[in-house]
């Protein structure tokens, strides 16, 4: 009996097979391009987990009959690493034979660490292929960045996911003639992987297992998978696209959206009291005088979610963003302030004008600190005309009237 696991035993074993990233496998896309000019080169592959990273590395060992050798920056160190890069850089001097080094997780080396591939990348000894989660802009060295592709594989589709499934039962190196599943079985799995296509493969697996008979039902899955493991890492990436989905739905008065990337967010692990800064702050750069009352509702859901923490806190977080979904928008006081802060920061920080100055000292009066200050309540709606700018921005405006 085989115990690979299924997900590997039923990988896509040419380029064709390969679902989901039509983009850079379909005709006249650039994989494809570069495998039929028979060029090799190294890359970085950028995307979520199961969506075929790994996969796309081994077809590129398989077309072009080169050595591979695969780690995980998770468990493997760099020292390792350089034997392998070594022992290649030999291997294509004698034989003139390519040696993919598959690293899978780069980003979790560090910069330092990512300087070891240069010199093998450069003179292409080696031909490196790296798998990240993380976008390669953040987390991986310029200077690699500079001599690898990079290319972004996407998430897998339910669609897509569902054909993994639905192949794996039909494959002879997976489950043909032992399990079948149904319709509704399907579809759950499918959904609970979130593009993942190992997950699916996993929890098809382990339903198997479970199963009394060879027809896995929906109650089997449910058993084993239980409940959707939300995809969220909250130093990652997907921390700041969530927060800004967040952000922009409120901004574009849509309270449904609004609450459905907060429950994405809160479901997934989310730390509440980050989302009440957030919320805070949305409340002075979007809405701001438009409604000031914006911000005393943030500031309760802040003091709210502290007191009460989880799960009773999410209440106050949901009301706060049907709350600032639905107010009035007004940048004003952002647009405003960042105006005010440029001319702090570019213009000569002239003196503060004389008769807006405190006189508490004999001597200050004498300079003229005061003189000719004009104290607003003395004149009608306390409104005096006065200037309260230093020369160089007299008559300067910030905000409209």
Same mark, same amino acid.
């Given at each position: 009996m085989d115990k690979t696991p299924l997900a590997d035993r039923v990988r896509p074993e040419n380029f064709e097979d390969v679902l989901g !990233?039509?983009?850079?496998?379909?005709?006249?896309?650039?994989?494809?391009?570069?495998?039929?000019?028979g060029r090799l080169f190294s890359m970085i592959l950028f995307g979520p987990p199961g969506s075929g990273k790994t996969t796309i590395a081994r077809l590129f060992a398989k077309k +072009?009959?080169?050595? +591979?050798?695969?780690?995980?920056? =998770?468990?493997?160190?760099?020292?390792?690493?350089?034997?392998?890069?070594? !022992?290649?850089?030999?291997?294509?001097?004698?034989?003139?034979?390519?040696?993919?080094?598959?690293?899978d997780e780069i980003h979790r080396f560090n910069k330092a660490q990512q300087d070891a591939f240069l010199p093998y990348v450069e003179k292409g000894t080696i031909i490196l292929i790296g798998a990240t989660t993380e976008n390669p802009s953040f987390e991986l060295n310029s200077s690699l960045l500079s001599r690898v592709k990079v290319y972004m594989v996407k998430p897998l589709s339910f669609d897509d996911v569902k054909k993994i499934i639905e192949r794996a039962?039909?494959?002879?190196?997976?489950?043909?003639?032992?399990?079948?599943?149904?319709?509704?079985?399907?579809?759950?799995? =499918?959904?609970?992987?979130?593009?993942?296509?190992?997950?699916?493969?996993?929890?098809?697996?382990?339903?198997?297992?479970?199963? !009394?008979?060879?027809?896995?039902?929906?109650?089997?899955?449910?058993?084993?998978? !239980?409940k959707k493991a939300l995809k969220y890492d909250k130093q990652g990436e997907e921390h700041y696209n969530l927060i800004s989905a967040l952000h922009k739905s409120l901004r574009g008065s849509n309270a449904d959206a609004g609450l459905y990337w907060l429950a994405r967010m809160l479901e997934a692990g989310e730390d509440p009291r980050y989302i009440a800064r957030r919320l805070i702050r949305f409340a002075v750069e979007d809405i701001g005088t438009a409604d000031p009352q914006a911000l005393v509702v943030a500031i309760a859901v802040k003091d709210a979610v502290h007191f009460i923490g989880r799960p009773e806190g999410d209440l106050a977080l949901a009301e706060c963003v049907v709350y600032l979904a639905r107010a009035p928008k007004s940048n004003e006081i952002y647009l405003a302030y960042e105006a005010a802060k440029q001319d702090a920061l570019k213009t000569l920080a002239e003196p503060?004008?004389?008769?807006?100055?405190?006189?508490?000292?004999?001597?200050?009066?004498?300079?003229?600190?005061?003189?000719?200050?004009?104290?607003?309540?003395?004149?009608?709606?306390?409104?005096?005309s006065q200037e309260y700018m230093p020369e160089n921005l007299k008559n300067k405006k910030y905000l409209k009237d």
């Open positions: !990233q039509e983009h850079l496998l379909g005709s006249g896309c650039p994989i494809t391009k570069q495998v039929e000019k +072009f009959s080169a050595d +591979f050798v695969s780690f995980s920056a =998770a468990t493997s160190g760099i020292v390792e690493i350089k034997k392998y890069m070594q !022992q290649s850089e030999k291997c294509k001097k004698l034989y003139n034979r390519d040696t993919i080094i598959f690293i039962l039909s494959s002879e190196k997976g489950l043909a003639g032992k399990y079948t599943l149904t319709p509704d079985g399907l579809d759950f799995i =499918a959904n609970i992987s979130d593009g993942d296509a190992r997950v699916a493969l996993n929890a098809l697996e382990l339903s198997t297992l479970a199963s !009394q008979a060879h027809n896995i039902d929906l109650k089997t899955a449910e058993d084993i998978v !239980q503060v004008p004389l008769h807006i100055r405190n006189a508490p000292t004999s001597l200050m009066k004498k300079l003229g600190y005061g003189k000719g200050y004009k104290y607003p309540h003395d004149y009608p709606n306390a409104k005096v």
